[in-house]
């Protein structure tokens, strides 16, 4: 790649969808709109697709037929069907004329936290991951495992922890100022059950409540406060699962950029003897680095078309 080169990179997530026109290490112009399930559902690649060329048409300029070198994508749910994955590389390798690589956004993030070294990283957004490559490229993780069967931990997790806390409340349960928070999402308490299923992405909604849980522990609310520290222990033992005996973990996601969150995390970590080191860059970047580089140590986690 040259440095005069173009590369759309794009973060196709659960929460939102990003792309990002990049000549080195400028940014010539962004674009964001809703996110989608994943590319496991059915006909996954095709609304993935769909979704990141709507947004790359959002771009101020637009896409530059010329001078554009490659896409990276970084996407939710590639673990889930490696044919879908192929099949969305394929679709944007042919729309944009172009090669493509698609991988995971946890492998994205991966990528961009650690610049492609091995080593172990922990994702705390909508959903929560540990991922760790080894020095032969193996991949090791904890977690990821969605709203029905994991994410424990994750803002999904912490919002609806503290919708729940606030129903218990309503109940007659331990009093808690998530209450009136959750009372203001629907109305009333008795009507966020029917505010929930109206949602067209539930753990997106529930997610959307996390900061107002942070909030309330920040503020001294106990009942809050227990939640983000069993958030922190499960954390804990999810980077240990995927860890082994590394004792470095690098920390990406929405939720992590709470200093008050953050500082807790740190010390739960600090207490199992796992020292948290500043990640060098977050998905966009390592969906750029996947664009711009063959031959990574994730590059069996990388589906690609098109040749350079």
């Known amino acids: 790649m040259g440095s005069e080169d173009v590369i759309l990179v794009a973060d196709v997530g659960k929460s939102r969808c990003r792309v990002e026109l990049r000549q080195g290490d400028k940014v010539l112009g962004s674009a964001d709109q809703h996110g989608f399930p994943g590319l496991g559902m059915d006909h996954g690649a095709r609304f993935a697709f769909e979704l990141l060329a709507d947004t790359a048409a959002m771009l101020p300029a637009g896409v530059p037929s010329d001078s554009l070198w490659g896409i990276g ?3 939710a749910g590639v673990e889930a069907s490696a044919e879908n ?5 394929a679709l944007l390798s042919k729309r944009f004329r172009v090669p493509a690589a698609v991988l995971s956004d946890a492998t994205a993030a991966h990528l961009g936290a650690l610049q492609g070294a091995p080593g172990t990283v922990l994702i705390v957004g909508t959903g929560a991951v540990a991922f760790r490559f080894d020095d032969a490229g193996n991949l090791h993780r ?3 495992w969605g709203p029905l069967l994991g994410d424990r ?3 999904r997790w912490i919002g609806q922890q503290g919708l729940q806390a606030a129903l218990q409340a309503h109940d007659g349960g331990p009093a808690t100022s998530l209450l009136a928070s959750a009372a203001a999402l629907a109305g009333s308490p008795g009507h966020l059950p029917a505010w929930l299923a109206e949602s067209d992405n539930p753990a997106r909604t529930m997610a959307r409540f996390t900061p107002e849980v942070l909030h309330a522990a920040e503020a001294g609310d106990a009942v809050a406060r227990s939640l983000l520290d069993e958030a922190c222990r499960l954390l804990v033992n999810t980077v240990t699962l995927a860890s082994d005996d590394s004792k470095r973990v690098a920390l990406l996601g929405g939720v992590v950029k709470s200093e008050f969150f953050a500082g807790l995390l740190h010390n739960a970590l600090a207490s199992a003897g796992i020292e948290v080191v500043a990640p060098l860059g977050d998905g966009m970047d390592g969906a750029a680095l996947a664009a711009n580089r063959r031959g990574l140590l994730q590059e069996r986690y ?3 078309d098109g040749t350079v």
Do not use: K, Q, T, Y
């Not at 994955?85 to 590389?89: G, H, I, T």
């Open 73 to 75: 994508a970084a996407v």
């Open 85 to 89: 994955s192929r099949e969305l590389a």
């Open 142 to 144: 904890a977690d990821g």
């Open 153 to 155: 931990e994750s803002g």
């Open 302 to 304: 990388i589906h690609r």
